[in-house]
């Protein structure tokens, strides 16, 4: 309500007689227990929302009884609750500016044509302003939609629900069987040439049948669809149609199921296109029901199933909470809040907020919607940088003034020329100088702890490894693994018949040619001597290596420590060629960890390491100190385990060209670590690691994280 009941500018609009258009119908709504009026134009398709007190003015409207009239009639019937006459004229200039209502008065031809042409205008900057959603309306599809409106009753009904959760959890249940097949080398076969010519082909005609389910969901429960075309997503074409007609639909569950519905028929083709792709063999047609399985369930799943994006999972979230324009009311009541609290306006700033619990979902979705948005904005921008530098910069200038600069005018422009501020500046200018400093404190003078968390795992050094010299089946495990051992003490027993015969053979042939060598040294034959003695050399040089080789089928422990075996339980028997690592001996403190860091963060653990700390997945419980001891030169692709791969449960994504060993997609950085304390370990251990860096403000954290991606995806 305004402070007075009375306007001065109340004589030019009293004897006004207004009326609703014809083509303007009221729709009663219950909104979180609360009923609401919602004003539905057929001419020009919006729905505008009011309430029970508004509408005991738009209601009297017949143009037979003038303004003035209507509002003492509104004043018996509400009370103490009747609108002022500012609220009145308020009420009167809404309708007039969305053409729902006329008046006693001869038209303005010519104020009539100016609004039209705003009107396009404000559409055609639109599209400049969002220059990755364009639309571009086609056609009127309620003729073909009316002369087929029998198959709506055929797709929303409950045995069509029935069969529909049948499928998709068949469907589910086959992904997750096939799940590595599915996902086998996926980038590769994404981004394949002749794939994306396939993506391209199937992407519209999905979507087609994504917009005929809206469009059959509303004919089901008696709306009309005046409106189809064509939006072009990122420069992708993609069908639209504009389902607004169910905001009339009395039922939340009917408006909800025509939002939904175009998610539950991509599900729908998904679950076929899965059936398609288990039932055929490779080729053409498996790499059309792949694509249309990958379009159906991942795109849905970010982008229409997503809600924090304005797409279908929005309007069916929005009217599952009850909460019309719940985007729009989010950021008034981002906007109230400041208002109230920051500002301190107190009664004289208005909540969007109207039923209980309304104002808690609103900031929620304010704050997550704006978060998602600037990341999947920014994602988008330099997805299209990397293919076109400079509409790529433009559509970031473009974005940043949208997310950022647009807000930041209207709120420049509010501070300026709102009354209310006029008469607080003092206390806004403070206000708001209080939270610039704030969010700069926090940002740049403030530090906060910083640290680095990578994967590892448990090392040894080099001298503590036992590596087999010679090959052998294993005969006999002489120590039990986890034991003490001292230097030189034999750890197992290993056979090799065939070289058993080497020996015998080089032994014999040794012999051999030791009698010859006499013979002809006896003959007084120089020149055979020569030669039989050359044959001896290298037949001792043979013999000596065999004789080696079947030494080394003992192995002995290379130092005093704790033996440790990397073989299988049971190895006995077991053929082990030469160069096998068979396991450690090391002492208490002579365990290492060995990390892989990415490039985004050699530099701080490089420059500026205060502490280091590792926990064992073995005993994860239980916190480890660490100094860090060398650095692995340069930067390489092979990681030290496959555990610290993401298939392996780390951080690292391998690169799907190379099947043969766990080469990382990327480049990595590896350190070794040397852990303190007397514990023993299990070499080859998952290992979790943390470097402690000296405090920093975060925002210069996010400054050097924005350049990073910069010069990474731009090589700006």
């Not at 009753?153 to 249940?173: D, H, T």
């Not at 080089?506 to 003959?523: I, N, P, T």
């Not at 070794?672 to 210069?700: I, K, M, N, W």
């Amino acid at each position: 309500m305004s402070a007075s009941l009375f306007s001065p500018s109340w004589h030019r609009v009293a004897d006004l007689k207004p009326r609703l258009r014809s083509h303007v119908i009221i729709n009663r709504h219950v909104f979180r227990g609360a009923v609401w009026y919602v004003i539905q134009d057929d001419a020009t398709g919006r729905y505008h929302r009011f309430t029970p007190q508004a509408y005991s003015l738009i209601g009297l409207m017949d143009g037979r009884r003038s303004l003035d009239d209507l509002w003492h009639s509104a004043g018996e019937q509400l009370g103490d609750e009747m609108p002022s006459q500012d609220e009145v004229i308020q009420l009167l200039s809404q309708l007039y500016r969305v053409d729902a209502i006329q008046t006693d008065i001869i038209p303005d031809i010519a104020e009539l044509n100016k609004r039209q042409r705003k009107e396009k205008q404000n559409r055609l900057l639109a599209a400049v302003k969002s220059p990755l959603a364009v639309k571009i309306p086609l056609l009127d599809p309620e003729p073909f939609l009316a002369r087929t409106a029998g198959l709506s009753r055929w797709l929303y009904n409950p045995l069509s629900g029935l069969i529909w959760l049948l499928c998709v959890g068949w469907a589910l249940g086959q992904a997750a069987y096939h799940w590595p097949q599915l996902t086998e080398n996926l980038a590769d076969r994404v981004l394949a040439v002749e794939n994306l010519f396939l993506i391209w082909l199937v992407y519209p005609l999905v979507k087609l049948v994504h917009e005929f389910g809206h469009a059959y969901a509303v004919k089901r429960w008696g709306g009309e669809v005046h409106e189809m075309g064509i939006m072009f997503l990122i420069f992708m074409p993609i069908p639209y149609v504009d389902a607004s007609a169910s905001a009339a639909f009395h039922s939340k569950y009917q408006r909800m199921l025509v939002s939904a519905a175009g998610i539950l028929i991509e599900a729908f083709i998904a679950a076929v296109a899965m059936w398609v792709w288990v039932s055929v063999e490779p080729g053409v047609v498996r790499s059309v029901a792949f694509n249309t399985l990958l379009i159906s369930g991942v795109s849905t799943l970010l982008f229409n199933g997503n809600p924090l994006l304005r797409f279908d999972a929005y309007y069916t979230l929005a009217d599952f909470l009850e909460i019309p324009n719940l985007a729009s009311r989010g950021t008034r009541q981002v906007a109230w809040l400041c208002k109230r609290y920051m500002l301190g306006f107190g009664d004289e700033a208005t909540s969007p907020a109207y039923g209980k619990g309304e104002g808690r979902w609103l900031l929620i979705y304010a704050l997550a919607s704006f978060v998602y948005r600037v990341f999947i904005t920014f994602t988008i921008v330099l997805f299209v940088a990397s293919e076109l530098f400079f509409v790529g910069i433009l559509l970031a200038l473009l974005a940043l003034y949208n997310m950022f600069g647009k807000p930041l005018v209207a709120m420049l422009k509010f501070l300026m020329t709102d009354k209310t501020v006029r008469r607080q500046r003092a206390r806004v200018a403070a206000g708001v100088a209080a939270l610039l400093v704030a969010v700069w404190v926090l940002l740049f003078i403030i530090p906060l702890p910083k640290m680095t968390v990578t994967h590892g795992v448990v090392w040894a050094p080099d001298e503590a490894r036992i590596i087999t010299a010679s090959n052998g089946f294993l005969q006999q495990l002489v120590v039990a693994p986890g034991s003490m051992v001292s230097a030189g003490e034999t750890l197992l027993v290993s056979q090799n018949e065939t070289l058993d015969t080497q020996v015998a053979k080089f032994s014999g042939r040794l012999k051999e040619l030791l009698v010859l060598y006499q013979r002809a040294v006896a003959d007084e034959r120089q020149n055979e001597a020569g030669i039989l003695a050359e044959e001896i050399a290298q037949a001792r040089a043979e013999l000596a290596r065999s004789l080696e080789e079947q030494r080394e089928l003992v192995v002995r422990s290379p130092a005093a420590g704790r033996y440790q075996l990397t073989l299988p339980v049971d190895p006995e028997a077991r053929y082990i060629p030469r160069g096998t690592l068979l396991g450690y001996v090391l002492q208490p403190g002579e365990y290492q960890v060995r990390a892989a860091l990415g490039q985004n963060d050699i530099e701080a653990v490089r420059s500026d390491v205060r502490a280091v700390t590792v926990r064992v997945a073995e005993d994860f419980d239980r916190v480890v100190p660490a100094r860090l001891i060398r650095e692995v030169p340069s930067a390489q692709r092979e990681l030290p385990s496959a555990a610290l791969a993401v298939e392996g449960g780390g951080l690292f994504a391998l690169d799907p060209a190379n099947q043969q060993a766990a080469t990382a997609f990327e480049p990595v950085f590896l350190v070794d670590l040397q852990l303190t304390g007397s514990a023993a370990y299990r070499v080859g251990e998952r290992a979790y690691v943390r470097f402690e860096h000296s405090p920093e403000p975060v925002g210069y954290r996010i400054y050097r994280s924005l350049r990073r991606i910069l010069l990474r995806e731009l090589e700006f």
